[in-house]
């Protein structure tokens, strides 16, 4: 395989897998893009005539890509900006929980909550396993472990989850019971309501694309709220990340998406992305459309 452009239609034929695998590891479309280009350059540095089989070279890359991205100091400030719908309905007390990531995008970002209770290594080991099919043999060159270790860290990983599921729904019923009361508040110019939502220190970033803003205290925030109040009444709620939010539109498009980071019932911070670019890449406008439908 020294052909290189044999070599690049046979990745841009891998990509899309690729990019699937590195989403449901990093739960971001932006740093799974990051980590497919990576893969790339990487396939470009080595002799390929000496990969017997493309693929799971590809897979193995791909996957120890992402673990270092997983372990890096940076990823406990950062946060996915992956929107699902927020829909009411169970999830099935029996369902397998990697079942349920394959399933459907509104579960899979809602499971990414759990996913991010695992360490990096299990992490892999569960989604490559269980969501891609990989086998151990092939989870464990990405790893560096033997096969049973990749096994076990599976396993592990798996009880992890499903010990996991039981908080989910009153943490979620929460969540949407402050995201209500927030967007009626902002709605009604109920300054008083909006200040008994925020926690004292609390913090919103904006991200604005050619600009950022950094708004902090509780009624600095409360105030900007007021006067967003017309954005409020066009807004929907839906999960980013995992996480509460909202999604603002306007003329069918959206312009804005909101994750409310919480402490008990108290919002402690707001991340706002407001650039357009962004909000294209991640498909805001399709999917906060299916919510609205």
């Avoid at 900006?81 to 809602?110: H, K, N, Y």
């Avoid at 508040?185 to 004292?200: E, K, R």
């Amino acid at each position: 395989m020294t052909d290189r452009r044999m070599l690049a239609r046979r990745f841009e034929t891998e990509r899309p897998r690729l990019r699937a695998v590195a989403t449901q590891l990093l739960g971001s479309p932006a740093d799974a893009d990051d980590a497919v280009q990576e893969t790339w350059l990487r396939l470009e540095r080595v002799d390929a005539a000496g990969i017997d089989n493309l693929e799971a070279w590809l897979t193995t890359v791909v996957s120890r890509v992402c673990l270092d991205v997983l372990r890096a100091p940076r990823r406990t400030r950062e946060h996915s900006w992956q929107v699902a719908p927020w829909r009411d309905e169970p999830v099935a007390d029996d369902a397998d929980p990697a079942e349920l990531v394959v399933q459907s995008d509104r579960i899979s970002t809602a499971l990414l909550v759990l996913l991010e209770t695992l360490s990096p290594a299990e992490r892999i080991a569960l989604v490559l396993h269980d969501v891609f099919g990989r086998s151990f043999d092939e989870v464990a060159v990405a790893l560096d472990r033997s096969p049973e270790a990749a096994r076990q860290l599976a396993s592990r990983a798996r009880r992890r989850v499903r010990g996991a599921e039981e908080p989910v729904r009153p943490a979620r019923e929460r969540g949407r019971r402050i995201v209500d009361a927030w967007l009626a508040a902002a709605q009604h110019g109920d300054l008083d309501a909006l200040l008994g939502l925020l926690d004292d220190g609390a913090v919103l970033r904006a991200d604005y694309g050619t600009s950022t803003q950094l708004v902090e205290g509780s009624r600095a925030i409360a105030e900007q709220a007021v006067l967003s109040g017309r954005l409020a009444g066009h807004s929907t709620p839906v999960l980013i990340g995992g996480r509460p939010g909202v999604a603002a539109m306007v003329h069918g498009r959206v312009v804005s998406i909101m994750a409310f980071e919480l402490d008990g019932d108290r919002i402690v911070s707001l991340d706002v992305l407001a650039d357009p670019e962004r909000l294209a890449s991640i498909g805001a406008d399709r999917i906060v459309g299916d919510v609205s439908d």
